[in-house]
Structure formats: structure tokens, C-alpha cells
């Protein structure tokens, strides 16, 4: 099984979804594609994509979005655990796509990012 948290308004996350249908043929595995703004992931599984991707909570944040200024995100003395929680209740704040296979992930920016998860 091959998951993307896709958001379909996103160039890199429509061309990385692209790839993934793409690899997911080759390889003979389902896609399952989570629109997060729609359906935003809880705190354990933005738990479980930081460890699965294996970088600094911060790396998954998109600092760009209005939330993030708003929510006062770039305060260093932020917990990894109120990152994921103000991820979780803004889910636009997750930086996409995220590609999930084989218990690892990437972020796909750029979409070649993925393409170790999908050989």
C-alpha cells in the first residue's frame, strides 16, 4: 500500500500523485489518498509520519501559511508536541505531499523526493 496526504489545489502534490499512481501500477499496490485538509490527520499519526519521514518536527511545517505567524509557530521553545498539535487543528500547515510505503515517507518537494519510497 502506497498513501499520500495530497492536496489536489497543489502542483507538486498533483505531480507527485502522478508518480505514485504511476509506481503503484508497476509495483501492483493500492493507493490510498488522504486529502488531509479534508480529512486532517490526529496527533498520533503526525507522530507516526515524523518518525516514518525521520527529520525535525519543524521540516513537516509549511512556515508560509498565515497559521503558522498567527500561532506564534516560530517560537523556538515550542515543544514537538505543540508543533503536531496546532498541525493537527491546521492541517494546511502540513508540508505536502507526504508519501508513505514500506513504514518510511517522504515529503515530495521536490516530487523526486519520493523516489526511493517507490523502486
Not at 7 to 35: F, Y
Request: proline share 10%; aromatic share 2%; hydrophobic share 45%.
Amino acid at each position: 500500500m502506497i498513501t499520500i496526504y495530497h492536496n489536489p489545489r497543489c502542483s507538486k502534490s498533483r505531480e507527485t500523485l502522478a508518480m505514485v499512481e504511476e509506481a503503484a501500477g508497476r509495483l501492483g499496490e493500492p493507493v490510498e489518498i488522504v486529502e488531509y485538509l479534508k480529512n486532517p490527520p490526529s496527533v498520533a499519526t503526525l507522530r507516526q509520519l515524523n518518525t516514518m519521514l525521520g527529520v525535525p518536527v519543524r521540516e513537516m511545517i509549511r512556515d508560509n501559511e498565515a497559521p503558522y505567524a498567527e500561532l506564534g509557530l516560530a517560537d523556538p521553545g515550542l515543544t514537538d508536541a505543540e508543533l503536531l498539535a496546532a498541525v493537527a487543528d491546521n492541517p494546511i500547515l502540513l508540508q505536502r505531499p507526504v508519501v508513505v510505503r514500506n513504514r518510511r515517507a517522504a515529503i515530495g518537494r521536490p516530487p523526486e523526493n519520493v523516489a526511493p519510497l517507490l523502486a
